[in-house]
């Protein structure tokens, strides 16, 4: 059974810091990686997706690198805003006939002005 | 921009009552998904569609939730009788199946359903 986890849990970082977000996962057979960001009360934006072929995405301040061997997949920010301020979840596509997709707890990040 | 569209936003109801939310997917988009989401944690699948079949329902609470997708396009969560457990954010998502194709499999969420059981 795959099962995802993220930490921290919750990040308080103060404006302009670069930072890492973590994403564990139990069953590297997995189909693509998704990052999402979520804001209070709202819905899940996509940031970033990662196949399994590749080793990492890039959008503009985010980059998302995979390793599915280890199991391990990580958000880098840099040059954190204020407006980053969300919750951030990863999520897994299994590698089966239909498409189940496995969402980690998620991290709170909080950038300080 | 194409995006999945549901509604309500908000239902407030009281505990034994019957609430319905609706959820229509991205245009051509065969796979549908309803997620619930409590407060600090993260989506847990309560149904899964391909076209108008369920693929997997294993989380959905049968005695009481009930899900369908009829004609294949959009698709209806319903929760007879909501208990105050059921208070949550009630999440739609959909996707191009990505079996047997070059499709990224990349998932587009709708805004939510948030439902507040009293």
């Known amino acids: 059974k795959q099962e995802v986890t993220q930490i921290p849990a919750a990040l308080s970082v103060p404006e302009g810091e670069n930072l890492v977000l973590n994403c564990s996962f139990t069953?590297?057979?997995?189909?693509?990686l998704q990052w999402f960001r979520q804001d209070p009360g709202k819905g899940l934006t996509s940031l970033l997706l990662?196949?399994?072929?590749?080793r990492e995405q890039t959008s503009g301040r985010l980059n998302a690198s995979l390793d599915k061997s280890s199991g391990r997949s990580t958000l880098y920010i840099a040059a954190s805003q204020p407006g980053d301020s969300a919750t951030y979840l990863c999520?897994?596509?299994?590698?089966?006939?239909?498409?189940?997709?496995?969402f980690g707890p998620g991290t709170s990040l909080s950038v300080i002005p | 921009e194409a995006e999945v569209a549901q509604s309500p936003r908000y239902k407030i109801t009281e505990k034994s009552q019957a609430v319905a939310f609706w959820c229509d997917p991205i245009?051509?988009?065969?796979?549908l998904y309803w997620y619930r989401q409590i407060l600090g944690q993260g989506p847990e699948l309560l149904v899964q569609?391909?076209?108008?079949?369920?693929?997997?329902d294993s989380q959905l609470p049968k005695d009481r939730f009930s899900a369908e997708r009829l004609k294949g396009v959009d698709s209806t969560l319903k929760i007879q009788p909501a208990e105050l457990g059921d208070s949550a954010m009630y999440l739609c998502?959909?996707?191009?199946?990505?079996?047997?194709?070059?499709?990224?499999?990349?998932?587009?969420f709708g805004e939510g359903s948030r439902l507040t059981v009293l």
């Open positions: 998502a959909s996707s191009l199946p990505h079996a047997g194709t070059t499709n990224t499999g990349e998932l587009f």
């Open positions: 069953d590297s057979a997995i189909y693509n």
């Open positions: 990662i196949q399994s072929s590749q």
């Open positions: 999520a897994v596509r299994r590698e089966t006939s239909y498409d189940k997709v496995i």
């Open positions: 245009s051509g988009h065969a796979t």
């Open positions: 569609f391909q076209d108008e079949s369920v693929v997997d």
